[in-house]
């Protein structure tokens, strides 16, 4: 009896240890990724590598890109994806509400390469006719908005139903309240969603595969191919040049800044706020 | 009053056009695929599937996705057999066990593994895990099991294992957070009765925990596989990218191909319209995947959040 008790607790000892191996071994990836980026990409790092064209040695056409891409995506992107969570938080009992829910749910799970084959459809070969930084854009607003979308219905849930009361109750408009008592209220929760899913599609390069598809030189026009980080990466890491491989590293240091700039700076901000 | 409720109204339907964007998003995209790959379902049929060649050659055009199908299959295969212990662990870890002050910090690393762009994931899988995977894996593996046909061959690092094993890293922080929630949910009764009969911690986690929580454990390992379908970068940049007969896994240690890296690596240089025709085509079985995929894995961990929102109230 007891040597099967001190059994039973020797194999919940033995458990525990292996959960906590579990939490070690998916941490060490990233401790090697950022660890690997930092070291062989700092070395990269001077005023000539990041402002001159890929031909002289320099990835400034793509952090331009980047930025560009970002910019766009988040003005095609942000407003439809915000406007489309209002309507599913303020008006989502019914039965339309839950259809765009469950596709919006779908579109977030949706491979990205696949987008950049619809992007590449619609606006390369039937609009614009050439790549370009507007079809590169388009094809991340698609990844964007649903996520956008999903985050703020989430966040304008988390209002509590007094708050909207309480302005009708005082003869405001629905449209009113929603936006100047419920989306207030919702900011930090707004904010935090939007900027993580900025930051998911900055990082984003398959779908610019089809729709930028890469440039040695600064931007050159809406209707002109357009370099990005992702992709300056993808390309130099299959180039045998040891020179432009460490390029790629160098690349990778500073997307990863972005990102990680991103994810961190956002939740540091609203740690205290989303505290519920 | 009346022109109140106008008002509203106008704003309940802008609203409600816009959210009509993700349907927009989702016919576009549905339509694209199939009116793009009606071109190669006419000339091949369901042979498309099932066939294993790829000829681009003009006059000799043969276009067949099975080797890729099969590739998509074993590297996430590989992928869950190594992820879903390490997220299950991870997320009993989380909820169970840790204590408070851990808590947060560790779920922030998980997350930030999701954090990390996929060609990142790529470039450090072939200048640094490639080789790690090469030494300490696939050498020793080859040497001891080299016999058994899946390990047989030479190791090269570049091929379906490493692709594999790069998956498993990526899908943890998404099985690792929805089995979060999902055990999170498990109420608090269950876990109090099954202690009150001395069972150890252990025994309560496995043999009650994970059992009522198990529809919610699966649909997160679903939605895992999702990601490790869909993946593109990475495994493009891994995994050797050979087409045709080649292509069929018949051995971990060899290139081979999965669909997205297909479509990734020859879509925009395809001249041919059969061909192009053809990786459109691989994109709508995608799109049909990762859209029953999702609903499967959106029913189960619903049904189970639900049934906790019903005991609450």
Same mark, same amino acid.
């Given at each position: 009896?007891?040597?099967? *008790?001190?059994?039973?607790?020797?194999?919940?000892?033995?458990?525990?240890?292996?959960? %906590?191996?579990?939490?070690?071994?998916?941490?060490?990836?990233?401790?090697?990724?950022?660890?690997?980026?930092?070291?062989?990409?700092?070395?990269?790092?001077?005023?000539?590598?990041?402002?001159?064209?890929?031909?002289?040695?320099?990835?400034?056409?793509?952090?331009?890109?980047?930025?560009?891409?970002?910019?766009?995506? +988040?003005?095609?992107?942000?407003?439809?994806?915000?406007?489309? @969570?209002?309507?599913?938080?303020?008006?989502?009992?019914?039965? #339309?509400?839950?259809?765009?829910?469950?596709?919006?749910?779908?579109?977030?799970?949706?491979?990205?390469?696949?987008?950049?084959?619809?992007?590449?459809?619609?606006?390369?070969?039937?609009?614009?006719?050439? *790549?370009?930084?507007?079809?590169?854009?388009?094809?991340?607003?698609?990844?964007?908005?649903?996520?956008?979308?999903?985050?703020?219905?989430?966040?304008?849930?988390?209002?509590?139903?007094?708050?909207?009361?309480?302005?009708?109750?005082?003869?405001?408009?629905?449209?009113?309240?929603?936006?100047?008592?419920?989306?207030?209220?919702?900011?930090?929760?707004?904010?935090?969603?939007?900027?993580?899913? =900025?930051?998911?599609?900055?990082?984003?390069?398959?779908?610019?595969?089809?729709?930028?598809?890469?440039?040695?030189?600064?931007?050159?026009?809406?209707?002109?191919?357009?370099?990005?980080?992702?992709?300056?990466?993808?390309?130099?890491?299959?180039?045998?040049?040891?020179?432009?491989?460490?390029? &790629? /590293?160098? &690349?990778?240091?500073? %997307?990863?800044?972005?990102?990680?700039?991103?994810?961190?700076?956002?939740? %540091?901000?609203?740690?205290?706020?989303?505290?519920? | 009053?009346?022109?109140?409720?106008?008002?509203?109204?106008?704003?309940?339907?802008?609203?409600?056009?816009?959210?009509?964007?993700? !349907?927009?998003?989702?016919?576009?995209?549905? #339509?694209?695929?199939?009116?793009?790959?009606?071109?190669?379902?006419?000339?091949?049929? %369901?042979?498309?599937?099932?066939?294993?060649? /790829?000829?681009?050659?003009?006059?000799?055009?043969?276009? @067949?996705?099975?080797?890729?199908?099969?590739?998509?299959?074993?590297?996430?295969?590989?992928?869950?057999?190594?992820?879903?212990? $390490?997220?299950?662990?991870? &997320?009993?870890?989380?909820?169970?066990?840790?204590?408070?002050? =851990?808590?947060?910090? !560790?779920? #922030?690393?998980?997350?930030?593994?999701?954090?990390?762009?996929?060609? !990142?994931?790529?470039?450090?899988?072939?200048?640094?895990?490639?080789?790690?995977?090469?030494?300490?894996?696939?050498?020793?593996?080859?040497? *001891?099991?080299? /016999?058994?046909?899946?390990?047989?061959?030479?190791?090269?690092?570049?091929?379906?294992?490493?692709?594999?094993?790069?998956?498993?890293?990526?899908?943890?922080?998404?099985?690792?957070?929805?089995?979060?929630?999902?055990?999170? &949910?498990?109420?608090?009764?269950?876990?109090?009765?099954?202690?009150?009969?001395?069972?150890?911690? /252990?025994?309560?986690?496995?043999?009650?925990?994970?059992?009522?929580?198990?529809?919610?454990?699966?649909?997160?390992?679903? $939605?895992?596989?999702?990601?490790?379908?869909?993946?593109?970068?990475?495994?493009?940049?891994?995994?050797?990218?050979?087409?045709?007969?080649?292509?069929?896994?018949?051995? $971990?240690?060899?290139?081979?191909?999965?669909?997205? +890296?297909?479509?990734?690596?020859?879509?925009?240089?395809?001249?041919?319209?059969?061909?192009?025709?053809?990786?459109?085509?691989? @994109?709508?079985?995608?799109?049909?995947?990762?859209?029953?995929?999702?609903?499967?894995? *959106?029913?189960?961990?619903?049904?189970?959040?639900?049934?906790?929102?019903?005991?609450?109230?």
């Amino acid at each position: 009896m007891l040597s099967g *008790y001190s059994f039973r607790n020797f194999k919940n000892k033995l458990f525990f240890a292996l959960c %906590l191996v579990c939490v070690v071994v998916a941490v060490i990836p990233l401790a090697s990724i950022l660890f690997e980026v930092i070291a062989r990409g700092a070395s990269q790092i001077n005023v000539q590598f990041l402002t001159a064209n890929s031909l002289q040695g320099g990835i400034g056409p793509a952090i331009q890109g980047t930025f560009i891409i970002i910019a766009f995506t +988040s003005i095609v992107g942000i407003p439809i994806g915000v406007l489309s @969570g209002v309507y599913l938080a303020e008006f989502g009992d019914n039965k #339309y509400a839950s259809a765009v829910r469950t596709i919006n749910n779908v579109l977030t799970e949706v491979p990205s390469i696949v987008v950049g084959i619809t992007a590449f459809a619609i606006i390369v070969v039937g609009i614009t006719g050439t *790549y370009s930084p507007f079809a590169g854009a388009i094809a991340l607003s698609f990844i964007l908005i649903p996520i956008v979308a999903r985050t703020t219905e989430e966040s304008l849930k988390l209002v509590p139903n007094s708050a909207r009361e309480a302005a009708l109750a005082l003869g405001a408009h629905k449209w009113r309240s929603t936006f100047s008592v419920v989306v207030p209220a919702a900011r930090s929760g707004l904010v935090t969603g939007t900027l993580l899913a =900025v930051a998911r599609i900055a990082g984003e390069t398959a779908p610019l595969l089809f729709t930028i598809l890469g440039n040695n030189y600064f931007f050159q026009g809406l209707n002109q191919p357009m370099d990005a980080l992702p992709l300056r990466i993808f390309n130099n890491s299959r180039q045998p040049s040891p020179e432009l491989q460490a390029q &790629a /590293w160098g &690349a990778a240091l500073i %997307l990863i800044l972005i990102v990680l700039a991103l994810n961190i700076g956002v939740r %540091l901000a609203s740690r205290g706020k989303l505290r519920r | 009053m009346a022109r109140k409720i106008k008002g509203d109204n106008i704003f309940k339907i802008i609203t409600g056009v816009i959210a009509a964007s993700a !349907i927009v998003i989702l016919l576009l995209t549905t #339509y694209v695929l199939v009116n793009g790959s009606t071109l190669v379902f006419s000339q091949f049929g %369901l042979g498309f599937l099932t066939s294993t060649s /790829w000829n681009p050659v003009e006059g000799r055009l043969a276009f @067949g996705l099975l080797p890729y199908i099969l590739g998509t299959l074993v590297t996430s295969g590989i992928a869950l057999l190594i992820g879903v212990p $390490l997220s299950l662990g991870i &997320a009993i870890f989380l909820v169970e066990m840790a204590p408070k002050k =851990v808590r947060v910090p !560790i779920s #922030y690393l998980v997350e930030l593994l999701a954090a990390v762009p996929s060609v !990142i994931y790529g470039l450090w899988g072939i200048f640094v895990l490639r080789f790690w995977v090469l030494n300490n894996l696939e050498k020793p593996l080859n040497h *001891y099991l080299g /016999w058994i046909s899946v390990f047989s061959g030479t190791p090269f690092g570049l091929d379906i294992f490493t692709a594999g094993i790069i998956l498993s890293i990526m899908i943890i922080p998404t099985i690792a957070s929805v089995s979060k929630e999902v055990i999170s &949910a498990v109420p608090d009764s269950i876990r109090e009765g099954a202690y009150s009969i001395g069972a150890t911690k /252990w025994e309560v986690i496995r043999n009650w925990v994970l059992s009522y929580g198990r529809s919610g454990i699966f649909g997160a390992i679903i $939605l895992g596989l999702g990601r490790a379908i869909g993946e593109t970068m990475a495994v493009t940049m891994i995994i050797g990218n050979v087409t045709g007969p080649n292509a069929i896994p018949t051995s $971990l240690f060899k290139a081979g191909q999965t669909l997205p +890296s297909l479509i990734a690596n020859g879509f925009i240089e395809s001249p041919d319209p059969v061909q192009k025709s053809a990786y459109v085509g691989a @994109g709508l079985v995608l799109l049909a995947i990762s859209i029953v995929i999702n609903i499967a894995a *959106y029913v189960m961990v619903t049904r189970l959040l639900k049934v906790k929102g019903g005991a609450v109230e």
